[in-house]
């Protein structure tokens, strides 16, 4: 069994997300996580799919070039997830009367979660690049409804100010496509991707 560890380059997870490190442990691989600082601006006017792509390789190749110049291997993983309605980015809230407003625009209509995912091999600088998209529908909300949710504190430090993971998934009828790509790292794509790099999930 180590020596299988040995010949399976380490994935290293480049974010700080508890919901990301869950479903990467999932897979059973070796991992580690190495949070990236890179640059999350994007100019106005990027599609969707563009902005997660983007930012997912941005993230990814901070990290490997930060592994590079220390010396070490292996296969870094990116991902940036964002909730679109209407054509507008949704972002992660900064207060709760922010919360509450896009909780608002989003109950009783339907909207997209797209999530980017890159892979960079330290080592050879080869790189992958793919998004999945997920259209989730909301139940009609009322503003009290709302309120009581934002007062569990999950929306915080979420996209579009939901949990679909947790609490916030009393708020969802139904979604169409990948789960996991709500939460944050669509496994399937993913493991895909994966594969692409010689890397086969057990």
Not at 15 to 36: C, K
Request: charged content about 20%.
């Amino acid at each position: 069994m180590a020596m299988q560890t040995q010949l399976q380059p380490e994935l290293i997870l480049a974010s700080s997300s508890p919901r990301r490190q869950e479903l990467i442990r999932a897979l059973g691989l070796p991992y580690s996580v190495q949070p990236s600082d890179a640059d999350e601006t994007v100019p106005p006017g990027w599609p969707p799919d563009r902005i997660v792509e983007q930012l997912a390789l941005r993230k990814a190749e901070a990290v490997a070039r930060m592994r590079r110049s220390e010396g070490k291997g292996g296969i870094v993983v990116g991902s940036d997830t964002i909730v679109v309605l209407d054509g507008a980015v949704l972002g992660k809230p900064e207060n709760e009367a922010d919360a509450e407003q896009a909780l608002t625009a989003l109950q009783g209509r339907s909207h997209e979660v797209y999530t980017g995912v890159a892979l960079v091999h330290v080592s050879d600088g080869r790189t992958a690049v793919s998004h999945r998209a997920t259209v989730v529908h909301m139940k009609p909300c009322s503003a009290e409804r709302i309120r009581r949710y934002i007062a569990t504190g999950e929306p915080m430090d979420k996209a579009g100010s939901y949990g679909i993971q947790g609490v916030g998934a009393t708020l969802v009828e139904r979604i169409e496509g990948c789960y996991f790509n709500v939460v944050g790292l669509p496994l399937s794509l993913l493991t895909d991707m994966l594969e692409s790099f010689g890397i086969r999930v057990p």
